[in-house]
């Protein structure tokens, strides 16, 4: 039987062989939602899918779990002047409650992001790097997103991805973000804009 790959995580932006630009964008532990916000005229979140889902064979570990079970899993794409540039997937064991996450149930189409950095209680774990290949399950879902113009896929063998773990009350919540492509963009149009002014 054919098992998904797994990704190779590592700590250091080398480890993915990253672009100084995407090195950059990767490292960067502000908040991203905010830092998108800067770079386009307009921001929004949009999300894809919220619910019970099988957590992906890299991923239990990291929210302490014996072996892949169901979690609560967010998908969502994080749109510049309405172009997705982020692909974002989080889980929370099934076990999390409202005291633990508040709001996580029903952000709708509000970002996470917002909700974790404003929140003193939250506490981020170190960050993790991967140049996921298409044959990650969670490429596969961003190759079949009708919400993504496939055509900015074409000719590539990889995306750039991190992840962190945040932990609040002792629970815990990992969030991987994908770069989509058109994120490179993001940069000239933002700096084309300072420059006219």
Known sequence: MHRPRVAQWHTHTNGVQATPMMADWLSNRDSLTERLIAHSQQFRVQRLYQGRAMCLPDEFAEIDLAKPQQVVEREVLLRCDDIAVVYAHTIVPLTANA?????????????????????????????????????????????????????????????????????????????TEVFLPTLQHLRLVAHSNLSSQ
């Open 99 to 175: 005291q633990e996450w508040p709001l996580f149930a029903s952000l709708g189409n509000r970002s996470l992001g917002t909700t974790l950095f404003n929140d003193p209680m939250v506490q981020r774990g170190q960050l993790q790097y991967a140049r996921l290949s298409w044959t990650h399950p969670l490429m596969r879902r961003i190759q079949h997103c009708e919400f993504i113009q496939q055509g900015d896929l074409l000719g590539l063998t990889h995306l750039w991805a991190r992840r962190s773990v945040f932990t609040r009350h002792g629970a815990k919540l990992l969030v």
